[in-house]
């Protein structure tokens, strides 16, 4: 009984980090109702006060502790690198576009959608969703450095500016297909992406005639 007692707290406050995350994915951080997502916790608002003493707080925590670890699982960041980067890219990106869900499209990344909304407003907000796109963009530029290091990466690319634009591409191919309400649109943009990063292999060595 003690250590059920024990593990109460931290069951209670995954309960409402869940039903935040839900909350907000859908309506975005200022339209959330605490009301909504206390109910979809199943507890009660002195649970909810106990452990954040604000909407603000429980919002940086769903930045901090669901989306950032969702966006990293998702985009392979958490997986040890390993093989050729541009092949493991690839292979990212049309794992991404053969299991696109129409809730992607219907409400976009969740990430990009704080970015837009809290960014201009809220500095701890923007930290927190920066210091992700920080940790993806770092993963990429790391392993495309390993690339060039194994000669499976061009050496005249800047692996830094190239993961930018993968994760600014990514972000953007889900904002524009937000908008449009359109997965073909979306998993068009992901397959350019891909067939752009076959550009980053280097040249095949040409065979020298023999005399």
Excluded at 52 to 72: H, M
Excluded at 182 to 196: K, T, W
Aim: aromatic share 6%; net charge positive.
């Amino acid at each position: 009984m003690v250590k059920r007692r024990g593990r109460d707290p931290d069951v209670t406050r995954d309960k409402l980090l869940k039903a935040a995350f839900e909350e907000i994915y859908r309506r975005g951080f200022q339209a959330a109702s605490l009301d909504t997502i206390l109910a979809k916790a199943g507890v009660s608002k002195g649970a909810l006060y106990h452990h954040f003493p604000d909407k603000a707080s429980l919002g940086y925590a769903v930045v901090d502790e669901v989306v950032k670890g969702l966006l990293l699982e998702r985009w392979g960041v958490l997986e040890p690198p390993s093989g050729d980067p541009i092949t493991a890219l690839q292979r990212i990106l049309r794992g991404r576009v053969a299991n696109l869900t129409s809730r992607e499209v219907e409400l976009g990344c969740p990430l990009n959608n704080l970015a837009q909304e809290m960014s201009p407003l809220d500095q701890r907000f923007r930290r927190g969703v920066n210091a992700t796109f920080d940790i993806w963009t770092d993963a990429v530029a790391k392993d495309l450095g390993r690339g060039q290091a194994e000669g499976t990466v061009r050496k005249d690319v800047d692996p830094r500016k190239i993961a930018a634009f993968v994760v600014a591409s990514i972000e953007g191919s889900f904002g524009l297909a937000k908008g449009a309400q359109s997965a073909s649109m979306l998993r068009s943009n992901l397959e350019v992406l891909s067939s752009f990063l076959e550009s980053l292999r280097p040249a095949p060595k040409r065979r020298t005639a023999k005399t």
